[in-house]
């Protein structure tokens, strides 16, 4: 029997070959605003190795599928993704082992990104009631890395104070407590005093959507203080993303649709604080979308 | 009474078995490539040879009056003296640095700053196996006999892989019969974990050894005062191999304590006398071990009581490994108690696992305590020796799993925490294939002639071969590889969300692709490959030595990711770093991812065409 399995086990292995050709599938079906995964989650690195140039971070780091208009799947060994539509797949081809899924999605809804605007927003720390700004750098080089390390510092980021290197605003992808890659705004809280940042004419939509989580290996023991990212809309407070350690990639939504607002676009503010910002490596992603809040 | 009586021809048998396991391992040795702890032996092996180096010399060392160490070493114009030193104009070689010789006429190889400067690193693990490293290691330095030279440093520990089976066999024999030990001894090699650490410059197979030698000798003890010197010293050696050693004893006293109720319930039966109720072999072990532990260990000749202390606070306070099981990474105790049952029941061939449980059911009766035995049992046949060896080999089984699934033991995660388990697992194995191999004779009868052997030999190879098979196919990924039955191989154990790898080997397997991607040289980010691992890849001349390993992977040609689960981050880094999620290369193993290699696109590495 065991000798059975063996045999069993070899021969659904999935091939180089048979990842290839279900790849191809997907390349030439491939079009703007589609989204592309694979199930079993560990077989990520093989899709992205042979569809990584149709996967950007922010694909591979996104927090939903609002922004997408359809969803591309590589399933082998029977697995379903997990944020595939509950219905059938409008497409479905065994190509050798793999099995190539395609999913409509709802329209999408997405106006305006955070993250995709980093190098617009004017972001400033407060300290002792008065704002400092910080300083976008579009030259730099990317630093960090390695096991440990947390999330990479950007080349191009807002610095903010020199005397703590962590405190700066900038687009890169963050492993959250659940290990998934969350592409996101690092917006390490300084302490009580907020860190801010400022997106001007923003097209406001019906709501605001945001994800905060923080760094794995910061929140896995679950020893530290809470961190809170409070959202303003033209000066009016929508609520804040308040998230404990242990709560993992947080969403916060809330309307736009503020009683007496006369414009379709505004100003956005997301203000960064914790009690104790020790070791509290926050980033978040957000947008505004259409839509009624769920 | 058990101890059947062997022969020559038996240990004959024993040592082939050893002898042609060595010489698998030797010959496969280079597929692997070295891994993260290896890499702190190799360095450790080095240190200390330096000092034996000096021992050596000091033999021959003729002290000069006044004492800058002229010593008897000779050399030609051109060579070096040892330390490195040029050859002085009248070809003798001087002490080369106030290191060898301290006060005049103080050359002792014990002074506490020489003791210090060579033995000092690496001293949370006692000195016994890597001062054997450090002396094949100096044998290479003057015979290169081993090729690739890596093979030098883990010799010794294929050795004790040897050692092990023969010792397997000679205690399955004893203890059952020759069938068992032979069987055992093969089941105990073809299980692909053990196959796999088998190769390298650790520890976890020289302790199994040292947990199988130590117990065979205590368990002489019992019936020959003789052995009561040699389990003080195979406990001595124990200690000074690795920390598991201390808890032997306890599990020789719970066992201890079923010889000494059997027996004297069986005097107060009126029954004659069978086995002694001394407990000498504790003398011998409490006599003899720490002695034996601390004299092989120079770091301990100096602050010794100190210096214990740090030993044992290094173990007793161990820093937690991340451990992937059942999808869920665990970084700090406690670890389900489950785990190293499952994880055995997954990684050791089924086969074996199986006839194992079989084995130990066929004992279960002789198990049990005495009095137990009588009122559940009371129809059965036992068997029950006096030294109560079922007994024996069953806790020695059991303990090791035990003490893994205590809720305050410290994360480590990998298979061969328990190997100590494994020697006594295959001899329930074999155990369980000569029943099955009488089962099979007596449904047979006399339809098959020469029926015992043809039987035996016949069941031998079909229980297994799928542990071979396994065993092959693992090679050279062991600690990626899962049972197929079990866990549906590799795979299987991926969809179960199990840990696919640790210490970053497996840069092994990838020394070829980076050659040719990197023909001018060049640089890259190894991810969990320790530099001395990297380096000890081009001293065997696998990798291109213009090829070096980059700690930071921003600036890095090539960076790689040993998928681990909390080693996720490294892929998000370089997706910003590079500016892409594309791997170049993914290196797997039946389909299982095991390395991403990115190429930055600002460096010197080939695209593929």
């Not at chain 2, 407990?279 to 092989?296: D, E, K, N």
Request: aromatic share 12%; charged share 20%; net charge neutral.
């Amino acid at each position: 029997v065991e000798v059975l399995s063996f045999a069993v086990a070899q021969r659904r292995v999935v091939t180089e070959d048979d990842w290839a050709a279900a790849a191809e599938v997907v390349r030439e079906g491939f079009e703007e605003g589609d989204a592309i995964t694979v199930a079993p989650r560990w077989a990520d690195p093989l899709l992205r190795q042979h569809l990584g140039d149709l996967i950007d971070p922010a694909m591979a780091g996104r927090s939903d599928l609002e922004g997408y208009r359809r969803l591309w799947t590589l399933s082998i060994r029977g697995h379903r993704p997990v944020d595939a539509p509950p219905v059938d797949a409008a497409v479905d081809v065994l190509v050798g082992r793999v099995r190539v899924l395609r999913w409509p999605l709802p329209a999408p809804t997405v106006l305006y990104d955070f993250v995709e605007h980093v190098a617009d927003a004017r972001v400033e720390w407060v300290e002792g009631g008065e704002a400092r700004p910080c300083h976008w750098d579009a030259r730099g080089r990317p630093q960090g890395g390695g096991l440990g390390a947390g999330p990479l510092t950007p080349g191009q980021l807002h610095r903010c104070d020199p005397r703590r290197p962590w405190l700066w605003v900038g687009a890169t992808t963050q492993d959250t407590l659940d290990l998934e890659p969350r592409r996101c705004l690092w917006q390490h809280p300084p302490g009580p005093e907020p860190l801010r940042a400022t997106f001007t004419d923003v097209p406001l939509g019906d709501r605001v959507v945001l994800y905060g989580g923080i760094y794995y290996e910061h929140e896995r023991h679950e020893e530290h203080g809470p961190v809170s990212a409070e959202v303003f809309v033209d000066g009016a407070s929508l609520g804040a993303l308040t998230r404990e350690d242990g709560d993992g990639w947080v969403r916060f939504e809330a309307s736009t649709r503020l009683p007496g607002r006369t414009s379709d676009r505004g100003t956005v503010v997301v203000e960064v604080t914790a009690p104790d910002p020790n070791l509290r490596t926050f980033c978040w992603a957000g947008s505004t979308r259409t839509g009624a809040v769920e | 009474m058990r101890h059947r009586h062997l022969g020559p021809l038996d240990h004959l048998v024993g040592a082939l078995l050893g002898v042609a396991y060595v010489i698998v391992l030797v010959v496969t040795a280079p597929d692997i490539g070295m891994s993260r702890d290896e890499g702190f032996y190799v360095r450790a092996a080095d240190s200390y040879g330096g000092w034996i180096e000096h021992v050596g010399r000091r033999w021959t060392c003729d002290v000069a009056e006044g004492g800058l160490g002229r010593c008897a070493v000779t050399c030609a114009e051109g060579q070096s003296c040892p330390g490195g030193a040029a050859c002085p104009a009248d070809g003798q070689c001087r002490s080369p640095v106030a290191m060898e010789c301290g006060a005049p006429g103080d050359c002792s190889s014990a002074r506490r700053e020489l003791v210090d400067h060579y033995w000092a690193y690496n001293h949370e693990h006692p000195s016994l196996i890597k001062g054997m490293f450090a002396l094949f290691q100096l044998l290479q330095t003057r015979t290169e006999i081993f090729v690739p030279p890596s093979t030098a440093y883990r010799f010794f520990g294929m050795v004790t892989a040897g050692l092990l089976l023969w010792l397997i066999y000679v205690f399955g024999a004893q203890a059952y019969s020759r069938q068992v030990g032979a069987f055992a001894a093969l089941a105990f090699a073809l299980m692909p974990r053990v196959f796999y650490h088998a190769h390298l410059d650790c520890f976890d197979v020289p302790i199994a050894l040292m947990a199988l030698l130590v117990t065979y000798a205590y368990w002489r003890s019992l019936t020959d005062l003789r052995w009561v010197v040699l389990v003080g010293i195979a406990y001595g050696l124990a200690l000074a191999t690795k920390h598991n050693a201390w808890t032997f004893p306890l599990i020789y006293l719970v066992h201890f304590a079923f010889v000494v109720l059997s027996e004297r319930r069986r005097r107060r039966r009126g029954e004659g006398r069978r086995i002694g109720l001394g407990p000498w072999w504790l003398l011998g072990m409490a006599l003899l071990g720490p002695p034996i532990f601390v004299g092989l260990w120079p770091w301990l000749w100096y602050d010794t009581l100190a210096r214990f202390r740090e030993y044992g606070a290094f173990h007793l306070n161990h820093e937690h490994y991340n451990m992937a099981y059942f999808g869920v990474n665990y970084f700090r105790p406690p670890l389900p108690a489950s785990f190293p049952w499952v994880m055995l029941a997954i990684t050791v061939p089924t086969t074996t696992v199986a006839l194992a449980l079989a084995g130990i059911g066929t004992r279960l009766h002789a198990l049990l305590p005495f009095h137990l035995e009588e009122r559940w049992w009371p129809d059965g046949r036992a068997e029950l020796d006096a030294a109560r060896t079922d007994v024996l080999l069953f806790g020695c089984l059991l303990a090791p799993l035990v003490v893994i699934s205590l809720p305050s033991t410290p994360i480590f995660g990998g298979t061969k925490h328990w190997f100590t388990a494994y020697p006594f697992l295959a001899i329930f194995a074999g155990v369980g294939f000569v029943g099955a191999a009488r089962a099979l004779r007596r449904r047979l009868g006399g339809r098959v002639p020469f029926a015992r052997y043809a039987v035996r030999v016949g069941l031998a190879a079909v229980l297994l071969t799928p542990a071979a098979l396994e065993t092959i196919h693992s090679h050279p990924f062991g600690l990626s590889h899962y049972g197929s039955l079990a866990a549906g191989g590799a795979p299987g154990a991926a969809d179960l969300g199990m840990n696919r790898q640790f210490w970053g080997f497996t840069t092994g397997s990838l020394t070829s692709w980076l050659n040719a991607h990197l023909p001018e040289g060049g640089s890259v980010y190894v991810c969990d490959t320790t530099p001395t691992a990297f380096r000890m890849l081009q001293e065997d001349g696998r990798l291109d030595r213009r090829i070096r390993a980059q700690p930071s992977l921003v600036g890095a040609d090539y960076a790689l990711v040993h998928h681990e689960h909390h080693f996720v981050e490294v892929d998000y880094q370089i997706w910003e770093a590079y500016g892409t999620t594309q791997p170049q290369l993914v290196l797997t193993y039946d389909g299982v991812p095991i390395i991403s290699v990115y190429r930055n696109p600002r460096g010197r590495g080939l695209p593929d065409d």
